[in-house]
């Protein structure tokens, strides 16, 4: 259920989307909840400038019928888990040169409590290049355990014209310690006729840590994308 009403005046607000889903999900099987979320939105608003800012209330429950390794380490037992979730989240207008989001799920977690932080800086130089930084970091402490996970990537986009573009994507992660680059060059021919080269590169982090990496794996695929109209 959303609700999005347009304010006249009221703190520069476009328009507010607030916003009560509610998902369940069952096991047949077994005959058991396997596991429920209620998401709130009780503030999402939309700026005349852009810019967006919104408040999240999550309440939900997991059944585990099984033990999970949810970090290295890390072993969940079966049981039930409820827990209350809550973030907030900012976001620039897409319309800026510089782009900038920020986002923090804090609160509950399975046994104890974790803090989610993801942030991405965007540089745009329409319509031709975008580059971002993007990073998301996990700090958890449970009664099983503490871990912290993290994922930094980059991404370089490159149009050179409206049918030609060249996307690469550059990620690490602290769980693999690996570090993986994709390069995907696409040629529309003619709408719905594409052509695609993609380039993937990957390298792994030895015991030293730090910036020693050796060498994973290469691979060059190419694939042609046709459509028939009849």
Do not use: C
């Amino acid at each position: 259920m959303v609700f999005q009403p347009r304010p006249k005046k009221f703190l520069n607000v476009r328009q507010m989307f607030n916003e009560v889903f509610f998902t369940w999900y069952r096991r047949n099987d077994l005959k058991q909840v396997e596991n429920w979320r209620f998401f709130t939105a009780p503030v999402n608003w939309r700026f005349n400038s852009g810019d967006r800012f919104e408040v999240n209330w999550v309440p939900q429950f997991e059944r585990l019928f099984l033990p999970f390794e949810i970090a290295d380490g890390v072993i969940l037992p079966p049981g039930d888990y409820q827990f209350t979730r809550y973030r907030v989240e900012f976001n620039t207008a897409a319309k800026r040169r510089w782009e900038i989001g920020a986002t923090w799920w804090f609160g509950g977690y399975y046994s104890g409590h974790a803090d989610e932080i993801s942030t991405e800086f965007v540089y745009k130089i329409a319509p031709r290049f975008r580059f971002a930084i993007e990073s998301s970091q996990t700090f958890a402490s449970l009664k099983e355990g503490s871990f912290v996970a993290r994922i930094f990537a980059s991404r370089i986009d490159l149009a050179f014209s409206p049918f030609l573009t060249l996307s690469n994507l550059i990620q690490f992660d602290n769980e693999t310690r690996n570090v993986g680059w994709q390069s995907r060059l696409r040629w529309i021919l003619r709408p719905g006729n594409d052509f695609f080269l993609v380039f993937n590169q990957g390298w792994e982090q030895n015991y030293r840590g730090g910036f020693n990496f050796r060498q994973a794996g290469t691979r060059l695929t190419g694939k042609m994308q046709y459509t028939f109209r009849f």
